[in-house]
């Protein structure tokens, strides 16, 4: 108590120096919470539109190999064969795969897939697609279509369709045209019941989304899948929960993780720049700090040698000037994080994407700033402790 | 040597200075403090009087020798059990006030109180405004040193160092940069609390007026005590 009441006395004394590296803590700390939230918003964002359109984690056969061609002697005579299309193997039990999978631990949403390459026509306009045939909710909590639809509903019933934004243009469609399906020597007559953008130009221009039966039977595998795909809780998790089901199912498994190295690197890149950055400024902060402080143990050490012989421990005298460090460390972490905010703020509009200065942050700000402080404030506190209070009244340290 | 209960005594002390080639200050100290003793230490500079202070005072430690404060002996005390012994047996006078800046008047009166007790605390107000209303400065209590004489924060010094009750108080040049008449005021009021109180006070002085004034006077040569009884029997040239 003592401590913290002399410790606010001597800031409240010392007052151009204590605002004046309050104001350094403050800045500091603002660009420590802007960077970490303009980081953060960066990144939720391209993984916002990398997982939009894809399953965190897809469960499917390996593709199906040709095999060479041999006489009736069982002799080869061409080994090499060129694949019309890339065809997946049957889902042996894709039902019980379905059940491990869901029953796997992270696990919060399953949908069984058919999917592969088809022709979709309407009047002259004739475009390649990939038909994808699912049940509407499963795939929804995978991929959420009806969050994205900009025409039309979310419904895959009959012979309802569910295309991309760029694939109704290219065929002129709208909602309520028709469209024929062709895969192989099987075409079907679908419907368009509404229109989506998920952000990706990929997925707008090529998905033609309807139900699992449709799908099934223009593709040709009546009771079959080609793939399930997972949604996992934490994201990152991904690729582990992808080896457990792998596992379970042993069934080749692909996480998001996998198939994104790229943007994987580029992720934990930006990682290692943002902590760096975040070092750097909070050394300047506990360098400015510690050298405010030092400064004033030499200042004070009259006082702190009066101190000493009216009875104050040398305990209490660390503990003052460690209060002093918490003190900018915490006052500064509000300020901080209030201009970090407003800066945020300021700035979104014109960012592609939200800059979030959320709770969590402010916390880690918050304790990091205080930690700072206190560390920075440790070895200026361990002089004024350790001053011979006797040359301290004298003036001789 | 006097026939009150003792509440100091020194018994050869001895203080060096320096690593390798020392330098010995103290040559082996006797001296005794009663209890409500007004005693004077005087002595040409250099003679050791601030170092015998400071060991007094329990800020160094003798190199050889024994100190004790009401008969309990301190060289073997830790620093933590030192520093409260001195916040609860010794006042503190300096020759500069030393008053925190950053303390109201009141503030720096009850900080002895604070520090024994591990905060500033409203029950502390009462007898340090006591205190303040004895040294005539009442008035003052929410005032800053800054906005005080040099007079006058010397008598908050004063007040600052009762604020405990101790039963010794160091005074080391209380009057050194304090002019005649405000120096006659300071020591008169040092003499007052000497009065009322059990206090013994030890004061530091170069002046040989205000130490007549003491009941009893030490006279320290080069690290060595020359004279020890009444003002009285002072070399005459020393009384002029």
């Not at chain 1, 007559?189 to 989506?196: D, E, M, P, W």
């Not at chain 1, 918050?366 to 004024?384: D, I, W």
């Not at chain 2, 720096?108 to 005539?136: C, I, K």
Request: charged residues 20%; proline residues 4%.
């Amino acid at each position: 108590m003592l401590a913290l009441q002399l410790a606010w006395r001597f800031l409240r004394e010392g007052r151009t120096q204590s605002l004046l590296i309050l104001a350094g803590v403050t800045i500091g700390i603002a660009a420590f919470v802007f960077v970490s939230a303009i980081i953060e918003g960066l990144q939720v964002n391209l993984l916002e539109q990398t997982l939009g359109s894809q399953a965190h984690i897809t469960v499917a056969p390996e593709e199906a190999s040709p095999r060479a061609l041999m006489d009736e002697s069982g002799v080869a005579f061409a080994r090499r064969i060129e694949p019309s299309e890339p065809r997946r193997r049957p889902f042996d039990q894709w039902q019980r795969s379905v059940r491990r999978i869901e029953a796997t631990e992270g696990v919060v949403a399953t949908c069984p897939k058919v999917s592969g390459s088809a022709l979709a026509y309407r009047g002259a306009a004739e475009e390649a697609v990939k038909l994808v045939g699912a049940d509407a909710d499963r795939l929804r909590r995978i991929v959420d279509l009806r969050a994205h639809l900009i025409e039309g509903t979310y419904r895959l019933g009959g012979e309802d369709a569910v295309i991309g934004t760029t694939l109704a243009r290219k065929l002129g469609a709208s909602v309520g045209d028709p469209v024929r399906v062709r895969s192989g020597d099987r075409e079907s007559l679908l419907r368009i019941v509404g229109v989506f953008d998920l952000g990706n130009e990929m997925v707008n221009g090529r998905w033609l989304v309807t139900s699992l039966r449709n799908a099934q039977t223009l593709l040709n595998r009546v009771g079959d899948i080609t793939e399930i795909d997972a949604r996992v809780a934490e994201v990152y998790d991904a690729e582990r929960i992808a080896r457990e089901i792998e596992a379970r199912t042993g069934v080749p498994t692909e996480s998001w993780m996998e198939r994104n190295r790229d943007l994987l690197t580029g992720l934990r890149s930006q990682d290692a720049s943002t902590t760096m950055i975040r070092i750097f400024v909070l050394l300047a902060v506990a360098m400015g700090i510690a050298s405010v402080l030092s400064v004033t143990v030499v200042q004070r050490r009259g006082q702190i040698g009066i101190l000493r012989a009216v009875g104050t421990s040398r305990r209490i005298v660390l503990a003052v000037f460690l209060w002093q460090g918490l003190l900018f460390g915490l006052a500064g972490a509000l300020l901080g994080a209030m201009l970090g905010a407003v800066a945020g703020e300021l700035i979104e509009s014109s960012a592609l994407f939200e800059i979030s200065v959320t709770p969590g942050l402010l916390l880690t700000a918050l304790t990091v700033s205080v930690a700072t402080g206190v560390f920075a404030a440790y070895l200026p506190a361990r002089r004024a402790a350790n001053l011979d209070p006797a040359a301290a009244i004298r003036g001789d340290e | 040597m006097n026939a009150r209960p003792q509440l100091l005594e020194l018994e050869s002390v001895r203080k060096s200075y320096g690593d390798g080639v020392t330098t010995e200050i103290l040559h082996g100290i006797d001296l005794c403090i009663g209890e409500g003793e007004l005693v004077a230490l005087v002595g040409p500079s250099g003679s050791g009087k601030s170092t015998l202070l400071n060991l007094i005072g329990l800020l160094d430690q003798p190199t050889q020798g024994r100190i004790a404060i009401e008969g309990r002996a301190v060289e073997n005390l830790d620093d933590q059990a030192l520093t409260a012994l001195r916040g609860e047996k010794l006042g503190f006078i300096f020759q500069s006030h030393h008053l925190l800046p950053g303390l109201t008047v009141i503030e720096n009166v009850m900080l002895p109180s604070a520090a024994a007790r591990g905060g500033f605390q409203t029950s502390m107000r009462a007898p340090s405004l006591a205190l303040l209303d004895a040294m005539g400065l009442g008035r003052w209590a929410e005032a800053w040193p800054r906005q005080l004489s040099g007079g006058m924060q010397q008598r908050v010094a004063v007040a600052r160092a009762l604020m405990n009750e101790p039963p010794l108080v160091l005074a080391d040049e209380p009057t050194g940069n304090l002019d005649t008449e405000t120096s006659d005021q300071v020591f008169d009021l040092l003499r007052q609390q000497n009065a009322d109180s059990s206090t013994a006070f030890l004061i530091v002085t170069h002046d040989w007026d205000l130490a007549r004034r003491c009941e009893r006077v030490i006279e320290l040569v080069d690290g060595a005590v020359v004279y020890e009884g009444p003002p009285a029997g002072l070399r005459p040239a020393k009384q002029d």
